[in-house]
């Protein structure tokens, strides 16, 4: 079956970003001049996807606002003659069919994923972590995709971290099955670096298979109270095989200040607009000493 729907997960508190967040949804913060969330809806639509679905919470009106059609805004600009902002705007509205579901309460990924099942029905899907904002050749959506439709089971996206950072991620346990390419054995959830089993993390990327569903509604709570997607692909993993692709690119997480800088300066360097300035100011600062 094509995949074809893509879930985002946009409910979040966003505390690593406060005090900023308290007014702002971190969603909305600028790479250049277009907000994180959009960077990873072309991700969708240039890797095939048509359905985005998009799960928010209270506070997160600024993104359901920002993919809907703005006509006084839209007429300001005409009025104006500003046709090339104008088409921008028009175009973030009709990159592909949006549909919002609200995440009520705050009872972990795993239930914000659980929120979507009546939109996505019994078809494979992507579930994005927009704080992960990926720069490659060819779409880190595309890549997980093509893995999907060789082999018709889940696909994690998985990148190489310091052993003593597994404590911030889920970590699998791996065999290698082609390049780039492995069978998953086990998957423990932010592991005591003595304990990790590998130092593959999971990162925001997955192409996950209706069979998710269950597996999720038969997980029991963790900490706090939230349902982890990592203990849900476990309990799949008893069922189905899982896999895990090393993509190739070059993950920001711009859910913490040094990813959301890093990521601004990655993508506008790569801007004919304004890469070359932006390089002969870098040039000239005095950065000093560390």
Request: contains cysteine; negative net charge; glycine residues 8%.
């Amino acid at each position: 079956m094509r995949v074809h729907k893509g879930v985002i997960l946009a409910a979040g508190h966003g505390t690593r970003l406060l005090p900023a967040t308290k007014a702002q949804p971190k969603e909305m913060f600028p790479l250049v001049d277009r907000p994180i969330i959009q960077y990873v809806v072309e991700e969708a639509v240039a890797s095939g996807l048509d359905q985005i679905i998009m799960v928010t919470s209270a506070g997160k009106r600024a993104v359901e606002d920002y993919f809907d059609r703005a006509p006084a805004l839209e007429r300001h600009l005409a009025e104006k003659g500003h046709d090339e902002w104008l088409e921008e705007i028009v175009r973030v509205t009709e990159m592909a069919d949006i549909v919002f579901v609200r995440q009520k309460e705050q009872k972990g990924i795993g239930h914000a994923v659980l929120t979507t099942q009546n939109v996505v029905g019994d078809e494979p899907f992507v579930l994005y972590f927009p704080d992960d904002i990926i720069v490659a050749d060819v779409p880190a959506t595309r890549q997980l995709i093509d893995v999907y439709e060789r082999h018709q089971g889940c696909v994690l996206a998985v990148e190489q971290v310091p052993h003593e950072e597994t404590a911030s991620y889920g970590v699998i346990d791996g065999e290698p099955i082609e390049e780039r390419l492995l069978r998953v054995r086990g998957l423990v959830e932010k592991p005591k670096p003595s304990e990790a089993p590998s130092d593959l993390a999971i990162v925001g990327r997955y192409v996950l298979t209706p069979d998710i569903f269950p597996a999720l509604a038969e997980t029991e709570p963790g900490a706090g109270g939230e349902i982890q997607i990592t203990d849900g692909l476990a309990i799949l993993l008893k069922r189905q095989p899982v896999f895990a692709y090393r993509f190739e690119g070059e993950r920001y997480d711009t859910g913490r200040p040094l990813g959301l800088l890093q990521a601004s300066l990655e993508i506008a360097l790569r801007r004919p607009d304004i890469g070359p300035q932006l390089r002969r100011y870098l040039r000239s600062l005095d950065l000093g000493k560390d």
